[in-house]
């Protein structure tokens, strides 16, 4: 029953850079994948970045080299630092459990953060 609260999005001009946080409402330290997603209008909501309690990170093919997420337990938080932003990269984002989306399929999400990147 974890809640997470996105924040840090933004309008951005092609090539910027945006931070979002993750905030917890609770620890995050037995969670063992915490990811960021995203969903575009019209589009289906995907994975974009993956961090374990181990500090393993996985990324979508799009994003890759370009994002980068960490996470700091002490703070109940994870982060999803983005450099060279695209106009593709446009989206609400949102941060879950990994474990919990793909086990259960009516999973809450949070409101997200509007993620806008246009000239």
């Known amino acids: 029953q974890v809640q997470f609260v996105e924040s840090g999005g933004g309008l951005v001009q092609p090539g910027g850079s945006l931070r979002l946080s993750c905030a917890a409402s609770?620890?995050?330290?037995?969670?063992?994948?915490m990811g960021w997603y995203r969903q575009a209008p019209g589009k289906q909501r995907e994975l974009v970045a993956a961090?374990?309690?181990?500090?393993?990170?996985n990324y979508a093919d799009s994003v890759r080299g370009r994002f980068t997420i960490s996470r700091d337990t002490a703070k109940n938080t994870v982060y999803l630092q983005m450099n060279s932003l695209k106009p593709e990269d446009t989206a609400v984002y949102y941060c879950?459990?990994?474990?919990?989306?793909?086990?259960?399929?009516?999973?809450?999400w949070g409101q997200g953060t509007q993620v806008t990147v246009s000239s």
């Open positions: 961090i374990t309690s181990d500090g393993i990170t």
């Open positions: 879950n459990d990994i474990m919990v989306v793909t086990t259960t399929p009516d999973t809450s």
């Open positions: 609770g620890s995050i330290f037995s969670i063992y994948a």
